[in-house]
């Protein structure tokens, strides 16, 4: 095992990777931006050093800076959190050829996965479903219009690099998909800098359920469960859990036993997301895509697994060879704080004026900020993941309302309100939901 980690990212998930170096008696070494000088994962990392300033080009998107830090800290091992270079192949292998230790799958897994279109036919191949769609990037208007024609209607756009549901538009007839291809191809070029397009057939009333997985350093693959993200503003998650009320136990099987094959087909190491479409009135599910790094969700599953996910990521580093028995119990719910307006979802930074996290038993906040703190508009709005266990998803949803009601958070704007609004919503509450619930709710 290495002697130090150096955590490429900040907030939240910092502040958890460092938790977990620490406790297996590993060095931590945090990088950070002027704008996050007061955060909580700075004060708590074994050494801290300055990237730049808040501009995250200038900062934790800078290569040759986080690698530099690495050098100056001696750190040996690098974690990527997830965001900034978790899923960026190049960073992968600039870091292995500094002579460090990447904790993430393989640069050529992450590449083969990064690109939806390559993803998606390579599942193909592999056996795992997925749903009617173009093989080959499309780059203009006519391409999509003829594509669409085949596919048939309602298809879903977007980028065919990128994750986080970026560009993502929805088009049920030839006039939208016009609007639905400008906006995917604008993001495209933006985040991915090629404007290549992905057309699926889309499924309506859908949920969205992901199988985490873990590939061993012997080549086994796991599936620890699966979680329901249909909770979503803006095709993004704000609410998930495990396991997901809408699956049965046979679809489960069929669904854990996918994800394990794709796994496979890329030679997966460490921990990784296999992304599903659920079609709830015929018990199906396609592939949707896979994210090679720490999900923002994982907690659920550490919850009703009993593992830490990152633990488990730094001993596959090490090359440790590691014998996991895979057992589900309970039920576990997180909800996303996020720094927003909770009937618009638009950011909203400020100062934390209060800050006074719940607490007791089931009750677990995974926090990036705390009271003095300020949420900049520099970053993602994400505060904190609060997150609840129950024998039953009964008892996890009166614990959550105990937590979400006891959660006090002044000063910038928050999304807590929704949460609330959310427990009480019938069709949560029952479980009988999906991907459109939130728009409806705002209807």
Known sequence: MFESVLVANRGEIARRVIRTV??????????????????????EADEAILLGPADPAQSYLDAGKVLEAARLSG???????????????????????????????????????????????????????????TREPVTDLEQAVAAAAGIGYPVMVKTAGGGGGIGMGVAHEEAGLARAFEQASRAAVRFGGTPAILLERYVERARHVEVQILGLTDGTVL??????CSVQRRHQKIVEETPSPGVTPELRERMLAAAVRAGEA???????????????????????????????????TELVTGLDLVEQQLRIAAGEKTEIS????????????????????????????????????????DSGY?????????????????????????????????AVASFQVEGPKNNLPFCAELLEHSDFTDGNYDTGLVSRMRA
């Open 22 to 43: 620490q406790r297996m008696g590993l060095r931590a070494v945090a990088v950070y931006s002027e704008a996050d000088a007061d955060l909580p994962f700075v004060r």
């Open 75 to 133: 750190a040996q091992a690098i974690h990527p959190g997830y965001g900034f270079f978790s899923e960026n192949a190049g960073f992968a292998r600039a870091v292995i050829e500094a002579g460090l230790i990447w904790i993430g799958p393989s640069p050529e897994a992450i590449e083969r996965m990064g690109d939806k279109i390559n993803a998606r036919n390579l599942m193909e191949a592999a056996g795992v479903p997925v749903a009617a769609g």
């Open 223 to 228: 599936a620890l469960g699966e979680r329901d």
């Open 266 to 300: 890329v030679g997966y190491l460490g921990a990784g997301t296999v992304e599903c479409l659920v079609d709830t009135d015929k018990q199906d599910f396609v592939f949707l895509e896979m994210n090679t790094r720490l999900q923002v969700e994982h907690p659920v």
């Open 326 to 365: 895979v057992a589900v119990h309970g039920h576990a719910i997180e909800f996303r704080v996020y720094a927003e307006d909770p009937r618009r979802f638009f950011p909203g930074p400020g100062k934390i004026e209060v800050w006074e996290e719940p607490s007791g038993e089931g009750v677990r906040v």
């Open 370 to 402: 705390t009271r003095g703190n300020t949420v900049t508009p520099f970053y993602d709005p994400l505060m904190a993941k609060l997150c609840v266990f129950g024998q039953t998803r009964a008892e996890a949803l009166e614990r959550a309302r105990k």
